[in-house]
């Protein structure tokens, strides 16, 4: 799904998110948006214009009273021909604005003025969101219809600041473009989707256990993915530390037994894609008490049993997916492995990539796959984990017409 002849009036506010919103117009001017962008006197302490209107490629709005811009009433224009607002980074300050349906400048009159969408992409200091005054504009503006992306917990501007008050990145502001004005556009409506996600952990005793790096990034934003282009989605997941995606039913789970499972009791299905990086071994027989450490004598041996392979049994399922997807987790010769394993696991599409330690892709933010089938090899670039689920789940919904 694209943003082909769509309109976004971009509204960026004060504060040092404000950085990122450069990078939020390239990414939707490169799915064919419109953008015309609207900057607050804070935004232009932190970017400048210029920049803005050079990658918006179109002019920059600024002033109430412009005499150029106001001729016609240029406010209401702005609020009336964009098929969605976006406001971001939104402030405390705008959103105390908009919460109270002031207008005293270009940014608080058009947003009072539009009867489109608007999404906002709150920035702030934590204290800042968490502090009565905004939790109670924030109930105001979602009772008002207004959507939000964010803010996301993390490291803030500040020195030795951290929370929830990030503006959420780029890819997944854009993301949620896509979901608001995608809504009546649901390529996946009505298919079913079963993905797997996240590591598994295989006990060895009731602390111990065998695991691998997975962050479970990736399989949670392709289940999300293809649940904003209208699939019914079940995301099996292992354990992880990152929340569970929205629109998505989820199963929590914990060993590769229990992950196949679920994920087969979920068939019959349009679409299987298999990202869990599932532990091909597990202990043949985990003990019910601790395994103490004894003084002299050496550890004892772990005898280990194959786990069943997930990809290859939903592959050759009698319920097999129409479309099923497995990912190769490679630290060497990534292209033949994942050729062979495309035909060995009865997959339609192998999503491969190169795990190695100097890559940072294992329990990383970013990825860099091979999309292999009987078709041939397309080589993605490196992309943010979100853009490629972006990316898998648009291949998708083509191959399924």
């Known amino acids: 799904m694209d943003l082909s002849n769509k309109r976004i009036l971009l509204i960026i506010s004060g504060g040092i998110a404000a950085y990122k919103s450069l990078d939020l117009i390239r990414r939707l001017r490169e799915r064919g948006a ?23 490629a179109s002019h920059v709005y600024a002033e109430l009273f412009s ?13 009336r021909e964009a098929d969605l607002v976006l406001v971001a980074p939104a402030s405390a300050d705008l959103m105390a604005k908009m919460a109270h349906g002031m207008a005293n400048d270009l940014a608080s009159a058009v947003l009072l003025a ?10 702030m200091n934590p204290k800042m969101w968490a502090a009565p005054a905004t939790l109670r504009n924030v109930a105001v503006l979602k009772a008002d219809g207004i959507r939000f992306i964010g803010p996301v917990a993390g490291e803030m501007a500040e020195s030795n600041e951290a929370g929830t008050g990030r ?22 409506a009505g298919r079913t989707a079963v993905v797997t996600s996240g590591p598994t952990h295989e006990p060895i005793d009731p602390v111990r256990y065998i695991a691998n790096r997975s962050s479970g990034r990736q399989g949670h934003a392709i289940a999300a993915a293809l649940a904003r282009l209208g699939a019914d989605v079940t995301l099996v997941s292992g354990p992880v530390t990152i929340p569970d995606p929205p629109g998505v039913t989820t199963v929590h789970v914990e060993t590769a037994q229990q992950m196949l499972d679920a994920a087969t009791s979920r068939l019959p299905a349009d ?13 043949a027989s985990s003990v019910g008490q601790k395994i103490k450490k004894q003084p002299g004598e050496a550890p004892p041996p772990l005898m280990l049993t194959e786990n069943p392979d997930i990809l290859k049994t939903v592959g050759h399922h009698e319920k097999r997916p129409t479309l ?15 050729r062979a394993k495309l035909a060995r696991k009865g997959a339609d599409m192998i999503v491969a990539n190169d795990v190695s330690p100097g890559t940072g892709i294992m329990g990383g933010t970013r990825n860099r796959v091979k999309i292999i089938s009987a078709a041939g090899v397309e080589e993605w670039p490196d992309l943010d984990k979100s853009e490629v689920a972006i990316r898998l789940a648009d291949l998708i919904a083509a191959k399924l017409g």
């Open 114 to 123: 539009t009867d489109r969408p608007v999404l906002i992409a709150p920035a």
């Open 271 to 283: 679409i299987a894609v298999m990202v869990a990086a599932v532990a091909d071994w597990r202990v």
């Open 67 to 79: 005499r150029e811009d106001e001729q016609d009433v240029g406010h209401i224009r702005l609020a």
């Open 167 to 188: 503006m959420a990145e780029p890819l997944e502001i854009v993301a949620a473009v896509l979901a608001i004005l995608g809504e009546t556009l649901k390529p996946l």
């Open 324 to 338: 099923v997807v497995g990912f190769a987790a490679e630290t060497q010769d990534v292209e033949n492995n994942g």
């Open 34 to 56: 419109e953008v015309r962008p609207v900057m607050t006197a804070a935004a232009q302490q932190f970017i400048t214009p210029l920049a803005v209107g050079a990658l918006a």
